[in-house]
């Protein structure tokens, strides 16, 4: 009965997030490869990726953000697609280069997506968790997004967060927070490792395949020349504005995702038996020690 509730609520949010205000990607972003398999649509108000057996594509934003909440639409590929792998995610560049990553790995018809999330700080990454989603993500669009400030990387779906990644630099642990970063979002061949770990490989009889996005809102702080712009009322006059510059989990928030984490989260890099043989990293000691 809980659960039936819970995942009530998470309907009723789905369908809140799904008139998000939509930005036009002819302004906001680039093609930047694929050789014309990314097509911009309904007058730059939705953008198609396609993957063939020659090629995938990929975009960019046009902008560089430091900080912000960001926020896309999309669609998964549908019916079998195992072995693809659709993207969106934000990376500054270089070895050292920060990163934080919704990774959709596709499967066989019937079988359930693997929602894949990371974060690197200065090229250091391998802080996987990945789910199940509650719904499926082909039928229609739903809002993955991004707040990203200088406490907090927390990710929702459909406005539910499912995972913080928090800022413990005074316990020496690395959070991206000094270089700007795009937004990129691709749609490629992985079935070398994608589909349960590469035993399904992509069966191209189904190609092409194509992921849709619309949506793109970036609600963030803008590199220029340099300099770092924010929007207005990002903060008041004394550093402690109400936006999602200092958003972070309230008790409620806190629940929903404890609740997506214990009913769909499938991999935690924190409980891996082969990291915790090899140490467990520094925020993962934090936060069974703050339980």
Same mark, same amino acid.
């Given at each position: 009965m809980r659960t039936a509730v819970a995942l009530g609520v998470l309907a009723a949010m789905a369908c809140l997030a799904a008139v998000a205000q939509a930005g036009n990607f002819l302004q906001d972003a680039e093609m930047t490869w694929g050789d014309g398999r990314g097509k911009v649509v309904d007058g730059g108000r939705g953008l198609?990726?396609?993957?063939?057996?020659?090629?995938?594509?990929?975009?960019?934003?046009?902008?560089?953000?430091?900080?912000?909440?960001?926020?896309?639409?999309?669609?998964?590929?549908?019916?079998?697609?195992?072995?693809? $792998?659709?993207?969106?995610?934000?990376?500054?560049?270089?070895?050292?280069?920060?990163?934080?990553?919704?990774?959709?790995?596709?499967? $066989?018809?019937?079988?359930?997506?693997t929602l894949h999330t990371n974060v690197f700080a200065k090229g250091e990454g391998k802080r996987e968790q990945q789910f199940r989603l509650w719904f499926d993500p082909t039928k229609a669009f739903h809002t993955y997004s991004i707040v990203w400030n200088p406490q907090h990387v927390i990710f929702a779906v459909d406005g539910t967060p499912i995972r913080d990644f928090k800022n413990h630099e005074a316990r020496g642990v690395s959070f991206p927070k000094n270089q700007p970063m795009r937004l990129y979002a691709s749609l490629w061949n992985a079935d070398d490792w994608a589909t349960q770990g590469g035993r399904v490989k992509t069966d191209w009889s189904h190609a092409p395949f194509v992921a849709s996005f619309r949506g793109f809102n970036a609600d963030a702080c803008v590199m220029s020349g340099g300099a770092q712009r924010c929007p207005a009322g990002t903060m008041d006059a004394s550093g402690t504005g109400s936006s999602w510059w200092n958003q972070e989990l309230s008790d409620m928030s806190y629940r929903r995702m404890r609740w997506v984490q214990r009913k769909f989260m499938i991999y935690n890099y924190c409980t891996d038996p082969k990291r915790v043989a090899e140490?467990?990293?520094?925020?993962?000691?934090i936060r069974l020690r703050s339980k």
């Amino acid at each position: 009965m809980r659960t039936a509730v819970a995942l009530g609520v998470l309907a009723a949010m789905a369908c809140l997030a799904a008139v998000a205000q939509a930005g036009n990607f002819l302004q906001d972003a680039e093609m930047t490869w694929g050789d014309g398999r990314g097509k911009v649509v309904d007058g730059g108000r939705g953008l198609d990726l396609t993957l063939d057996k020659t090629s995938g594509s990929g975009f960019q934003s046009k902008a560089e953000y430091l900080f912000g909440k960001i926020d896309m639409q999309i669609k998964l590929v549908p019916g079998n697609s195992a072995g693809t $792998v659709t993207t969106f995610y934000l990376s500054s560049q270089g070895s050292a280069h920060d990163e934080i990553d919704f990774e959709f790995l596709g499967n $066989v018809t019937g079988e359930p997506y693997t929602l894949h999330t990371n974060v690197f700080a200065k090229g250091e990454g391998k802080r996987e968790q990945q789910f199940r989603l509650w719904f499926d993500p082909t039928k229609a669009f739903h809002t993955y997004s991004i707040v990203w400030n200088p406490q907090h990387v927390i990710f929702a779906v459909d406005g539910t967060p499912i995972r913080d990644f928090k800022n413990h630099e005074a316990r020496g642990v690395s959070f991206p927070k000094n270089q700007p970063m795009r937004l990129y979002a691709s749609l490629w061949n992985a079935d070398d490792w994608a589909t349960q770990g590469g035993r399904v490989k992509t069966d191209w009889s189904h190609a092409p395949f194509v992921a849709s996005f619309r949506g793109f809102n970036a609600d963030a702080c803008v590199m220029s020349g340099g300099a770092q712009r924010c929007p207005a009322g990002t903060m008041d006059a004394s550093g402690t504005g109400s936006s999602w510059w200092n958003q972070e989990l309230s008790d409620m928030s806190y629940r929903r995702m404890r609740w997506v984490q214990r009913k769909f989260m499938i991999y935690n890099y924190c409980t891996d038996p082969k990291r915790v043989a090899e140490g467990l990293p520094a925020e993962c000691k934090i936060r069974l020690r703050s339980k």
